[in-house]
């Protein structure tokens, strides 16, 4: 058997599969990457009778996305880092008006923009100028690294420091941002739909049962943003939330993400994704 698999049934013998097992997740609204890996590994656990086993991750997902998270169980672990090298798909929802810290719906709102001026051609105007490689600056609540340290460790320290009185409560996250920028390339870029302010934006979140509860969620109904859809291909370590941040800037205005949903990872697609409770029946533990 091939070391990819999305079978409904798995033998109960890690052996059977030499090459580990690659099992593509759709991974649920509110859900950590961490979460969904914590699951399965239990589940492996029981289902293999061993506790010696690698299960782990080929590229994170933040909590507030959907979509393609593959799962590397036993020797497929030493693909992970080819895995999570090739090209994403990605379809965003990119609400403009407003900014959060975290450039998504973790953090509130901190601070509106006038939006009035942006249209659907605008934005597909402005589309083709982040076509190919670039330079990007990593949101500062992110995992990447600095100097040794998660930025998102960096981010709460000064959060924490704000909340001592040690830095002002209207401190710009964007204007303090301490981390180098990376190469990216955007391939394709497709505007999918644009929301004006006042339409109601058809939402599917998927299952959320299990969702976490230290994952905040900021309302933002009441503003009635303006939404942009937008259907992106690019190379690994492309920040979608940080690809919102600048589009909102180069229509002169603030953006954030709204939604995110990951629609590809390399050659799995999430047409063919196991859900969660689907991925834990197929490491049911033997009867």
Request: proline share 4%.
């Amino acid at each position: 058997m091939a070391g990819n698999t999305q079978e409904r049934k798995l033998g109960y013998s890690i052996e059977e599969y030499p090459e580990g097992i690659v099992l593509a997740v759709d991974k649920p609204w509110r859900w950590t990457s961490a979460d969904v890996i914590r699951k399965v590994k239990f589940a492996a656990f029981r289902h293999f009778g061993t506790k010696h086993l690698k299960v782990g991750h080929a590229g994170t997902l933040d909590p507030l996305a959907t979509g393609v998270l593959l799962i590397c169980i036993g020797k497929a672990t030493k693909r992970a880092q080819e895995l999570q090298d090739h090209d994403k798909e990605y379809v965003a929802d990119i609400a403009f008006g407003a900014t959060t810290p975290s450039y998504d719906l973790e953090k509130e709102v901190d601070r509106l923009y006038p939006y009035e001026h942006i249209t659907r051609e605008d934005v597909e105007a402005v589309l083709p100028s982040f076509l190919g490689e670039q330079e990007q600056v990593a949101p500062l609540f992110s995992a990447k690294s600095v100097d040794g340290v998660r930025a998102y460790e960096i981010a709460r320290k000064m959060y924490k420091a704000m909340a001592r009185g040690e830095i002002s409560s209207d401190f710009d996250a964007a204007a303090i941002e301490t981390l180098q920028k990376a190469r990216i390339r955007i391939d394709e870029l497709e505007l999918v739909d644009f929301f004006p302010s006042g339409k109601r934006i058809p939402e599917a979140r998927g299952e959320i049962s299990g969702a976490s509860s230290r994952i905040n969620v900021a309302d933002t109904s009441a503003l009635d943003l303006p939404v942009a859809r937008v259907r992106i291909v690019c190379s690994k370590g492309t920040y979608i939330r940080a690809f919102a941040r600048d589009l909102g800037e180069a229509l002169g205005s603030g953006a954030h993400l709204a939604a995110l949903r990951r629609t590809r990872s390399g050659d799995y697609s999430v047409a063919d994704a196991l859900s969660l409770t689907d991925a834990l029946s197929l490491l049911a533990p033997p009867q």
